[in-house]
């Protein structure tokens, strides 16, 4: 084989490497947000053992999130405590100052978790949800589930919102939710 054939060969077999690698990366649903967003998860205190407190982050008025701690039941396997975790973002803040992150009679549906650390919560929310909402009011609602889930988590690495058993393109019209969400810390308000 002459040596400009042998350039062009190896050439094609990195290009073809690349987009197989590119098609795994996307498929796990990773993002140049998340690779740059990684090494910022541990920024936020880690959720502690059962029976303890867990941090919930609800919209505020700061147009950031902020926290809200509650005790968590002590008898909670690790996916009941996503599932109750759900259940108080729906039920909604008990601090002033704070706002819901969830329309009045959302209910959660389910929660659950795969291998792969993806967490896939579906919310039942009247079809209307969303509309007339702005993009700041749902940046805020989307980053309190996915940072109320994820944050102080090791093992989670992103979230995937259903609504009513199906990923819609956008929860609002505003942002991209038919990929799975990661973190983001820094809507989070600092206390103090």
Request: proline share 8%; net charge negative.
């Amino acid at each position: 084989m002459n040596r400009p054939r042998a350039l062009q060969l190896t050439a094609a077999l990195i290009a073809a490497g690349l987009v197989v690698l590119g098609i795994v990366w996307w498929q796990a649903g990773a993002s140049p947000e998340s690779a740059v967003r990684s090494g910022t998860k541990q920024a936020v205190p880690a959720v502690p053992g059962p029976g303890s407190q867990s941090a919930l982050y609800f919209p505020a008025a700061s147009g950031m999130l902020e926290l809200e701690m509650r005790t968590a039941p002590a008898d909670l396997e690790p996916s009941a405590r996503k599932q109750w975790l759900a259940e108080q973002l729906v039920a909604g803040p008990e601090s002033k100052g704070l706002r819901p992150a969830l329309p009045a009679g959302t209910q959660v549906a389910s929660v659950f978790t795969t291998s792969d650390g993806r967490i896939f919560v579906d919310f039942t929310i009247p079809e209307s949800t969303g509309v007339g909402m702005g993009s700041a009011e749902e940046l805020l609602a989307l980053y309190s589930i996915v940072n109320t889930l994820l944050l102080g988590d090791e093992d989670a690495r992103s979230t995937v919102l259903l609504i009513n058993g199906r990923q819609r393109e956008t929860f609002a019209g505003h942002f991209d939710t038919s990929r799975p969400l990661v973190p983001r810390p820094d809507l989070i308000r600092e206390p103090g």
